[in-house]
């Protein structure tokens, strides 16, 4: 055997720039597809992708990946895992498989736009992967969620979400249309690869793969942890991106690029992950708390990463460490109340146990969102059914299209930051929001959060119903208490350690 | 405690995803996997979730719906061989393990250094230059991922641009070992000078320069794969490997061929893309014969200037054009548009 190695060759495949002559450089790279930071085809010559793989390396290992996954699937497919879980459990695979399978198809042709406009041929290379990495991350998850279709309506979502008009997907659109397919080629390098994946598919990919593993979801938890194997190679096209930007004297508008993805991201995860992991998650099963993980993978990965590259933390950074503290227990609060709205079954995760826990990891819990939740509790317990669903939906932010959500008790925190451009005022839920809003206002100036299209009369009636109508969300689909409120007779409740009984196996 | 207890309309689980479930019948992994995953195909006013007149929505209004390749469901597609990435890399990683044997094979029998010293200046010049050539092929695939609107038929694109790179690294991997065996040839060194000025490539330089550029969907695909492609499988990729067998050169004959499969499969999906293309409305026969019109003086240029510097090839450009003109034919194209004039 005398086969060359990778670094005897690998050099040429990436010398693929030419000088054009037909067209000009300005048609075939234009500046709004391929680089508004305005580099020329010579300095992105110097771009540099740190994980190499050649096509041969490429289609082996990952269809040996693929051979592992489905074979597991397979081997655990007759164990009735799925009917014997944690309702709560249950939720999360809805929750995740809803929120993501198509969500990682936007970065297909994402990762496309980068194939085709990226200025540096090594970019273009790694794109290519890139773009059938997130194929195998749309279709291997959809085949797995499939697996569920005939055991609940709810996960038919996996595939229909992000073609309804529901809050969370217009969230999700929103965040991906905004940092990935919405932009160039250099700055959704940016984006999508490093601020999106280096920074938080870990959290989901990762931390909910501890968490499935102790819940003994072997064939859940050896999925996610193979998609991120993928991740972790191809969420290195940004970095290479920073460098020639930096190197470039670019590093200002570089970090913008940073700081606006890093934000909208997440204001998505702590929606999806923060909830699932502090809360849906069976107490037993716990690995680490929801903010235990973002030290571990965000404040300290990411921030190193950030250093490493020369780039400073954003500048929002102080009021994100302090968002941690409570961004997500507000939002679960919310999306438990208005769970009709969702396509999983929110666990309350407020049993009296559960609360210990949740004290322990954010001492003040109990002051603030577990006040909330005694209230609840009562109305719960007095039957006052009227006054467990909204009458209305909460406030939406024009950017993130989330809730304009604080913390409880704390002198009523919350306040406002809107924005006056053109003819109305666009609300924000934060400072980072309306920063976004404030840099390029005619980026988003049509678009209308749910909240808008109620007012607007675009939903109609412009009621409850109406409203889950228009998110295509039908009874059968609509979300319920997990537990069927089992978690507000303490005197009742069951040992949360243990596992409950799902209402669907009942 | 539910608030839709005595709702009769409740929604029951299916046995596959709402949208295959009219079907009555049981889907494939291919479609449980592959249909409708495209979301930003839903909205046509407004593919982007942000302003209607950012940049990019403009773009897909302006390449994706607004092109004159119409169909009311272009969701419907399907590819003929059903691949999905876990078939394909399986499919392929046996495919990368015969063109390892061959180059191992070679290696070991000294294939290099018995070529002559003529083929050596002719793969100098003509074969390890189709890396950029190959490249342009990989970025214009990688576009019409893009653009495409729908997941079916950006699926079989993404797949061909990762074919493409496969054969970006091939020609890469032959020219390092040319260089190594070979150092007389100038290998790895001169092959952008080639491309960028050798009259053999200027053909096929400025066809792919100004497809890069062709942004519309529909005339993307059409020029791609039924102009560029086509003509460069048997105007450029046949004859050279026409020629390296008349040179003794049978392991560019071994991988040209290997690379043909890959040619093959795309011309499945896209004769069955331009079938249902002309299911859904046969007007769109017209629209693709004058981009294949449009686009194939450049195409026939690019490779006769290529076959006309390839040692003994005296026919290879016009059997190019003939076998080009079959695939075409294949389609039935005039005959749909003809009959749709005649049509009231």
């Not at chain 1, 290519?128 to 991350?137: N, Q």
């Not at chain 1, 102080?318 to 507000?330: A, G, R, T």
């Not at chain 2, 497809?211 to 005339?219: F, K, Q, S, T």
């Not at chain 2, 409305?281 to 510097?309: G, Q, S």
Request: glycine share 6%; net charge negative.
């Amino acid at each position: 055997m005398a086969f060359l190695n990778r670094a005897d060759w690998y050099d040429l495949a990436r010398a693929t720039n030419w000088s054009p002559r037909y067209v000009s450089e300005d048609q075939l790279f234009p500046p709004e597809m391929s680089d508004r930071f305005g580099l020329s085809l010579e300095q992105w010559e110097a771009y540099d992708e740190p994980f190499k793989i050649s096509y041969r390396e490429y289609v082996d290992v990952q269809s040996r990946k693929d051979a592992d996954a489905y074979s597991v699937r397979a081997a655990l497919a007759r164990s009735n895992f799925y009917d014997n879980a944690d309702a709560g459990w249950q939720s999360i695979l809805k929750l995740h498989f809803g929120a993501l399978c198509l969500t990682e198809y936007s970065a297909v042709p994402g990762e496309s736009k980068m194939a085709r406009f990226g200025k540096a041929p090594g970019m273009r290379n790694m794109a290519t992967f890139g773009a059938l990495d997130e194929m195998r991350h749309t279709q291997i998850q959809l085949y797995f969620a499939h697996e569920f279709v005939s055991k609940s309506r709810q996960f038919d979502l996996a595939q229909k979400l992000l073609s309804t008009n529901s809050w969370a997907a217009i969230a999700t659109r929103s965040a991906m249309d905004d940092t990935i397919l919405g932009r160039d080629a250099a700055t959704l390098s940016i984006m999508l690869t490093f601020a999106l994946e280096q920074g938080f598919t870990n959290l989901q990919f990762l931390g909910l793969a501890a968490d499935a593993a102790r819940a003994g979801d072997f064939s859940f938890s050896n999925l996610i942890s193979s998609v991120q194997t993928d991740e972790a190679r191809h969420s290195q096209i940004g970095g290479a991106t920073l460098k020639v930007l930096i190197a470039n004297g670019k590093k200002e508008e570089a970090q913008r690029a940073v700081d606006i993805s890093f934000w909208r991201q997440w204001r998505l995860f702590f929606t999806l992950t923060g909830p699932a992991i502090d809360y849906l998650t069976p107490l037993a099963h716990r690995d680490k708390s929801f903010k235990e993980f973002i030290q571990e993978f965000i404040v300290a990965q990411f921030e190193r990463a950030l250093v490493d590259l020369g780039l400073e933390r954003p500048w929002y950074w102080d009021f994100f460490l302090k968002s941690i503290e409570f961004y997500h227990h507000s939002g679960h609060l919310e999306i438990w109340f208005v769970r009709q709205t969702v396509w999983w079954n929110p666990a309350a995760g407020v049993s009296a146990a559960e609360r210990a826990w949740l004290e322990a990891k954010y001492p003040g819990w109990n002051a603030k969102w577990g006040r909330l939740w005694d209230v609840i509790a009562d109305n719960v317990r007095h039957g006052r059914t009227d006054k467990l669903y909204p009458k209305t939906l909460p406030m939406l932010c024009n950017i993130c299209g989330l809730s304009v959500g604080s913390i409880p008790h704390e002198g009523h925190s919350n306040r406002g930051y809107w924005t006056e451009f053109g003819m109305r005022r666009y609300y924000f839920c934060s400072e980072p929001c309306q920063w976004i809003f404030n840099l390029e206002p005619l980026r988003y100036q049509d678009h209308k959060s749910v909240i808008d299209r109620l007012l607007c009369g675009d939903i109609q009636p412009p009621d409850i119903e109406g409203t889950l109508r228009y998110f295509d969300l039908m009874p059968g689909e609509r979300g319920e208490d997990a537990h069927d409120y089992a978690w507000a007779w303490p005197e009742l409740a069951l040992d949360p350690a243990a596992e409950r009984p799902s209402q669907e196996a009942a | 405690m539910t608030q839709h207890e005595n709702e009769t309309d409740v929604l029951r689980p299916l046995k596959t995803w709402s949208h295959l479930a009219a079907a009555r019948r049981r889907p494939s992994e291919y479609e449980i996997v592959s249909v409708k995953t495209l979301y930003n195909a839903v909205n046509l006013e407004r593919p982007l979730e942000l302003d209607s007149n950012v940049y990019m929505n403009r773009w897909l209004r302006d390449y994706r719906i607004d092109s004159p390749l119409k169909h009311p469901d272009w969701s419907g597609f399907r590819d003929p061989d059903e691949l999905i990435y876990r078939t394909y890399t399986t499919l392929q990683n046996g495919h990368e393990t015969y063109v390892d044997g061959l180059l191992d094979q070679h290696d070991e029998q000294d294939h290099d250094q018995g070529l002559g010293a003529d083929w050596i200046e002719t793969l100098a010049t003509l074969y390890t230059p189709m890396r950029y050539l190959l490249h342009t092929l990989q970025m214009c695939s990688a576009y019409l991922v893009v653009v495409a609107p729908s997941s079916t038929i950006d699926n079989c694109a993404a797949l061909q641009a990762a074919d493409q790179y496969r054969w970006v690294s091939r020609v890469a991997y032959r020219t390092a070992e040319l260089a190594r065996h070979r150092p007389e040839g100038g290998f790895g060194h001169a092959e952008r000078g080639h491309w960028e000025n050798h009259p053999a490539w200027q053909g096929a330089r400025e066809l792919m320069e100004k497809l890069l550029i062709a942004y519309d969907w529909g005339e993307a695909f059409v020029g791609l794969n039924f102009v560029a492609k086509p003509a460069i499988d048997e105007g450029v990729l046949r004859p050279l490997a026409g020629a390296a067998r008349r040179h003794g050169d049978t392991l560019l004959a071994f991988l040209i061929e290997a690379q043909l499969r890959d040619s093959e499969r795309s011309r499945r999906w896209s004769s069955a893309l331009v079938r249902y293309a002309l299911a859904g409305d046969p007007a769109n026969a017209a629209v693709i014969l004058t981009w294949i019109e449009k686009w194939t003086p450049l195409a026939t240029a690019a490779t006769e200037a290529y076959c006309r510097a390839l040692p003994d090839m005296p026919v290879a450009a016009s059997e190019a054009d003939e076998a080009v003109k079959a695939f075409h034919s294949s389609l039935g194209l005039h005959a749909i548009r003809t009959a749709n004039r005649a049509s009231p």
